[in-house]
């Protein structure tokens, strides 16, 4: 039981390059989310899924997609890379939704140059 | 939506001293509150939580108080050891439809043996 895995751990991008976050749950939860952390800024919601088949926008959607590609995977896309999204990203996963609790991933350290 | 804040950022106890840390939340509707923390490059994880419908709740040397009428809530730990230095952050979730959680911007607890 790996509980919630994200891929990679870490990674440099330059400016304007794309990348996708991947995250994956094994313990049949509906609910997924893409937080980022920043120094002094706690965890921010990106996006989330209620539940396979649905996204929708969190606090800090800009410059950021996703995909519920089935209900254990969950992906985070940047397009066009900007060093304000230098952050690492934490994927989490719940059984319903904020009522129970969030089992976080390892997390991605992500700088952009 | 939701707005919480968590005080104070940093703090710093010695061993075997107790640890407060406050969190107000906006949201009369809120009727979760979970508290995770954060090791040093470590995931969040959960550590205790509070309905809104208990006043207070305990697990061995960490408590949790709510007070709904003020919309704050606490986390007390007593008998600090050098193991419970960390982040921890707090978060409320507001009732009504799909339930997102908010979280508070971290404290960072130093135990100093």
């Known amino acids: 039981n790996a509980g919630v895995t994200q891929t990679p751990k870490f990674q440099v991008l330059k400016t304007g390059q794309s990348m996708t976050l991947q995250c994956a749950q094994d313990?049949?939860?509906?609910?997924m989310y893409w937080y980022r952390q920043d120094p002094g800024m706690g965890l921010r919601l990106i996006y989330y899924?209620?539940?396979?088949?649905?996204?929708d926008k969190g606090e800090v959607p800009n410059g950021y997609n996703v995909s519920r590609l089935n209900k254990r995977e969950f992906s985070l896309r940047l397009e066009s890379a900007a060093p304000s999204q230098t952050s690492v990203y934490f994927c989490?996963?719940?059984?319903?939704?904020?009522?129970?609790?969030?089992?976080f991933g390892p997390g991605t350290r992500l700088t952009v140059l | 939506g939701e707005n919480v804040e968590q005080h104070p950022s940093t703090l710093s106890v010695q061993e075997g001293d107790s640890a407060v840390i406050k969190c107000t939340y906006s949201d009369s509707a809120s009727n979760y509150f979970p508290w995770y923390k954060q090791e040093l490059g470590k995931r969040p994880q959960l550590i205790i939580d509070i309905r809104s419908n208990v006043g207070e709740k305990k697990d061995q040397r960490i408590a949790v108080t709510l007070n709904k009428t003020a919309k704050h809530f606490s986390l007390h730990i007593t008998e600090t050891q050098p193991e419970d230095s960390a982040v921890y952050f707090c978060a409320a979730s507001a009732a009504g439809g799909y339930q997102k959680v908010t979280f508070g911007t971290g404290t960072k607890l130093q135990v100093i043996p």
């Open positions: 313990m049949n939860h509906n609910s």
């Open positions: 899924s209620a539940s396979e088949g649905t996204t």
């Open positions: 989490a996963s719940s059984e319903v939704d904020g009522r129970k609790e969030q089992f």
